[in-house]
């Protein structure tokens, strides 16, 4: 591939760096090595856009850009890099430096691209993206509403760097924190500094980090740093896309974490389903660890930090902290009583702190610009930014990251860009499977995302994941399907948990087929509200959030499953049957040839009939219907 001459030699590559300046005489031989005249293009290789074919989309905009090369002077330079975050429009690349985006993106689009765009200087529309309603495309990054409303600190170099290169890292400011920290402050200063931040666990249950890290810090015997990147929530991939696109930043700030509190080990916990994250972290805890930025005698100072990663099986109540540690053990994932501190006794009984990637990401930022800064950015209670995979219902899907306190509205309709198919917007669930749904336009479309707020209404912020629903969801259902998921997933160590959650199933199970009784509603309250209240651990006591949130906002949707025998959604099959409308009927015969049991009859030009107890609700009839004459009711 033709590139352009280099500014300068390249530094030479230091098998392991002696001091704090060595490292920053590197970079700074990085940076005035790059060549800032040589336009890049950075294609997604986020397992997202890796789903649809980027790697060959890499390959081949490598190949084209190296065929044409003997033709001009200066050709950009193919570069893969972690998620761009739009994940419903991969595969994406942008160029550089003119941040011109393009989106779905195939292998055998390459020469056209490099054709038409490298060497002729053209946008060729057909990749641009048009927002929802909008009649021209959209040509630059920045002035793509989904990535112009948001704040991206945690994410500000995901989809930048190449995440296999440390070099593209530290050009991009990687491992200052580190440097600030361990030259400029004592531990206890950096700990001063997160408190001072107010930075909340963003793994769920949103404790203040610096207060968790200066418990751990004052007890006695060896301290362990735990990352949780064992995320589990449907639909969440945001401690995913961290990892996989900038893999130093997580690494950076547990170095920071195991600095303040007096540690010299730290374990990654990542979820097996997460290969591409396994590998990138194993990539980048190499090229750290030759380069001296972790491991024995860091940069000269005497810190050492050693790290490793342990992969989990599957099992989502691992993402609560004791059964995650027990788990990192060798032993069965179960989670322990609260009264038991980890920062006290955790991992191997030693005291532990254990935060989530997106917490650890933002320690970097957080000691180099200080904790005043930091607490600029959000709301009093909730300060900073927060990373959400948007799923559902929604125009934009993707990885978003806006300041804390953002509202519903700005991120559903202004990053996501409302509702597809002109449908209404009818909830939004947080916080995982044992978040709650929210209900919209009703009351909270304005509501504040943060701690507080999501807490007050029945939700809850989670890991960050935010699934949007239309006017077609059935909430009983939904109830019904996160409460099967907790089934699966829990433990079974307690019995609220454990039979209250299989209770609530049968009910709900029971409602959704047509067989409600009067009094299951208020069944599911009690039991819902036991569960939450005797369980062990964090999922227990929030499992029955889906249930007890879709009856408070949603009741009347219950009371037509179980009173009118009928699901206002139109989701339940049992309650719902179809019938034929006689006068709109041409009696042409094809729902008879369509239906696999026999249940239509009629003369051909004549209404025909539905026998209902035959009918297998499969919908081949109103499928095939051409005159719409079939109506479900």
Same mark, same amino acid.
């Given at each position: 591939?033709?590139?352009?001459?280099?500014?300068?030699?390249?530094?030479?590559?230091?098998?392991?760096?002696?001091? *704090?300046?060595?490292?920053?005489?590197?970079?700074?031989?990085?940076? #005035?090595?790059?060549?800032?005249?040589?336009?890049?293009?950075?294609?997604?290789?986020?397992?997202?856009?890796?789903?649809?074919?980027?790697?060959?989309?890499?390959?081949?905009?490598?190949?084209?850009?190296?065929?044409?090369?003997?033709?001009?002077?200066?050709?950009?330079?193919?570069?893969?890099?972690?998620?761009?975050?739009?994940?419903?429009?991969?595969?994406?690349?942008?160029?550089?430096?003119?941040?011109?985006?393009?989106?779905?993106?195939?292998?055998?689009?390459?020469?056209?691209?490099?054709?038409?765009?490298?060497?002729?200087?053209?946008?060729?529309?057909?990749?641009?993206?048009?927002?929802?309603?909008?009649?021209?495309?959209?040509?630059?990054?920045?002035?793509?509403?989904?990535?112009?409303?948001?704040?991206?600190?945690?994410?500000?170099?995901?989809?930048?760097?190449?995440?296999?290169?440390?070099?593209?890292?530290?050009?991009?400011?990687?491992?200052?924190?580190?440097?600030?920290?361990?030259?400029?402050?004592?531990?206890?200063?950096?700990?001063?500094?997160?408190?001072?931040?107010?930075?909340?666990?963003?793994?769920?249950?949103?404790?203040?980090?610096?207060?968790?890290?200066?418990?751990?810090?004052?007890?006695?015997?060896?301290?362990?740093?735990?990352?949780?990147?064992?995320?589990?929530?449907?639909?969440?991939?945001?401690?995913?896309?961290?990892?996989?696109?900038?893999?130093?930043?997580?690494?950076?700030?547990?170095?920071?974490?195991?600095?303040?509190?007096?540690?010299?080990?730290?374990?990654?916990?990542?979820?097996?389903?997460?290969?591409?994250?396994?590998?990138?972290?194993?990539?980048?805890?190499?090229?750290?660890?030759?380069?001296?930025?972790?491991?024995?005698?860091?940069?000269?100072?005497?810190?050492?930090?050693?790290?490793?990663?342990?992969?989990?099986?599957?099992?989502?109540?691992?993402?609560?902290?004791?059964?995650?540690?027990?788990?990192?053990?060798?032993?069965?994932?179960?989670?322990?009583?609260?009264?038991?501190?980890?920062?006290?006794?955790?991992?191997?009984?030693?005291?532990?702190?254990?935060?989530?990637?997106?917490?650890?990401?933002?320690?970097?930022?957080?000691?180099?610009?200080?904790?005043?800064?930091?607490?600029?950015?959000?709301?009093?209670?909730?300060?900073?930014?927060?990373?959400?995979?948007?799923?559902?219902?929604?125009?934009?899907?993707?990885?978003?990251?806006?300041?804390?306190?953002?509202?519903?509205?700005?991120?559903?309709?202004?990053?996501?860009?409302?509702?597809?198919?002109?449908?209404?917007?009818?909830?939004?669930?947080?916080?995982?499977?044992?978040?709650?749904?929210?209900?919209?336009?009703?009351?909270?479309?304005?509501?504040?995302?943060?701690?507080?707020?999501?807490?007050?209404?029945?939700?809850?912020?989670?890991?960050?994941?935010?699934?949007?629903?239309?006017?077609?969801?059935?909430?009983?259902?939904?109830?019904?399907?996160?409460?099967?998921?907790?089934?699966?997933?829990?433990?079974?160590?307690?019995?609220?948990?454990?039979?209250?959650?299989?209770?609530?199933?049968?009910?709900?199970?029971?409602?959704?087929?047509?067989?409600?009784?009067?009094?299951?509603?208020?069944?599911?309250?009690?039991?819902?509200?036991?569960?939450?209240?005797?369980?062990?651990?964090?999922?227990?006591?929030?499992?029955?959030?889906?249930?007890?949130?879709?009856?408070?906002?949603?009741?009347?949707?219950?009371?037509?499953?179980?009173?009118?025998?009928?699901?206002?959604?139109?989701?339940?099959?049992?309650?719902?049957?179809?019938?034929?409308?006689?006068?709109?009927?041409?009696?042409?015969?094809?729902?008879?040839?369509?239906?696999?049991?026999?249940?239509?009859?009629?003369?051909?030009?004549?209404?025909?009939?539905?026998?209902? #107890?035959?009918?297998?609700?499969?919908?081949?009839?109103?499928?095939?219907?051409?005159? *719409?004459?079939?109506?479900?009711?």
């Amino acid at each position: 591939m033709a590139t352009a001459p280099l500014a300068a030699a390249a530094p030479p590559f230091a098998k392991k760096f002696a001091s *704090a300046r060595e490292l920053e005489e590197y970079r700074q031989g990085l940076i #005035e090595h790059t060549d800032s005249a040589v336009p890049r293009i950075l294609v997604c290789c986020g397992t997202g856009c890796k789903a649809v074919g980027s790697l060959d989309l890499l390959e081949a905009m490598q190949h084209a850009v190296s065929a044409a090369g003997a033709v001009v002077k200066v050709m950009p330079e193919v570069k893969r890099t972690g998620c761009h975050g739009f994940c419903s429009r991969g595969p994406l690349m942008s160029f550089q430096p003119e941040n011109l985006f393009y989106q779905r993106v195939q292998s055998t689009d390459a020469e056209e691209i490099v054709r038409e765009t490298i060497l002729g200087g053209k946008r060729i529309k057909k990749f641009l993206y048009t927002p929802p309603g909008a009649k021209e495309p959209i040509a630059t990054v920045n002035d793509i509403p989904f990535f112009a409303k948001q704040t991206k600190w945690v994410l500000k170099r995901v989809g930048k760097i190449d995440p296999f290169d440390i070099n593209d890292a530290l050009i991009h400011g990687a491992y200052r924190g580190l440097v600030k920290a361990l030259t400029e402050m004592t531990p206890s200063q950096v700990i001063e500094e997160i408190k001072t931040s107010r930075l909340r666990g963003r793994g769920g249950g949103g404790f203040p980090a610096g207060v968790k890290w200066e418990s751990c810090a004052k007890q006695p015997g060896r301290h362990y740093i735990i990352c949780n990147g064992d995320e589990g929530d449907p639909g969440a991939f945001m401690d995913a896309s961290v990892m996989e696109g900038d893999p130093h930043a997580v690494i950076e700030g547990m170095a920071i974490a195991a600095y303040a509190i007096g540690s010299d080990r730290g374990f990654f916990y990542v979820r097996f389903e997460y290969p591409l994250a396994v590998q990138t972290l194993t990539r980048a805890i190499r090229q750290a660890e030759e380069m001296g930025l972790i491991g024995e005698n860091v940069l000269g100072t005497g810190f050492k930090f050693k790290v490793s990663i342990s992969t989990g099986a599957g099992a989502f109540v691992c993402g609560e902290s004791s059964a995650l540690m027990s788990s990192l053990e060798g032993k069965v994932g179960r989670p322990r009583p609260k009264y038991i501190r980890s920062t006290e006794r955790g991992f191997r009984d030693s005291p532990s702190n254990l935060n989530n990637v997106e917490t650890y990401a933002n320690v970097p930022e957080i000691i180099l610009r200080g904790g005043a800064w930091y607490t600029t950015i959000g709301t009093e209670r909730s300060t900073g930014t927060k990373v959400f995979s948007l799923t559902g219902n929604v125009f934009n899907v993707g990885l978003v990251e806006v300041p804390m306190g953002s509202s519903l509205r700005e991120i559903v309709y202004g990053i996501g860009g409302g509702i597809p198919n002109k449908k209404e917007l009818k909830a939004v669930q947080t916080g995982g499977p044992s978040g709650g749904c929210i209900p919209i336009p009703k009351k909270f479309l304005d509501i504040n995302v943060g701690f507080g707020k999501l807490a007050e209404i029945g939700s809850m912020m989670g890991s960050g994941g935010m699934i949007v629903m239309d006017e077609n969801t059935c909430m009983v259902e939904i109830a019904r399907y996160f409460i099967s998921f907790l089934v699966g997933e829990s433990c079974g160590q307690c019995a609220p948990c454990r039979e209250g959650l299989t209770r609530m199933k049968e009910i709900l199970t029971r409602i959704t087929r047509g067989e409600g009784r009067q009094g299951d509603v208020e069944l599911l309250e009690e039991i819902g509200t036991f569960t939450n209240s005797f369980s062990l651990c964090g999922l227990g006591t929030s499992s029955a959030n889906p249930v007890l949130s879709t009856i408070r906002y949603f009741r009347e949707e219950y009371d037509a499953h179980i009173y009118d025998k009928k699901c206002p959604a139109g989701v339940c099959k049992p309650l719902f049957h179809y019938e034929i409308d006689a006068e709109m009927c041409t009696g042409c015969g094809l729902c008879r040839v369509k239906c696999p049991a026999k249940a239509i009859e009629g003369e051909k030009k004549k209404p025909h009939t539905i026998h209902q #107890e035959l009918c297998i609700k499969c919908m081949e009839c109103y499928k095939n219907c051409k005159f *719409a004459s079939i109506k479900i009711m």
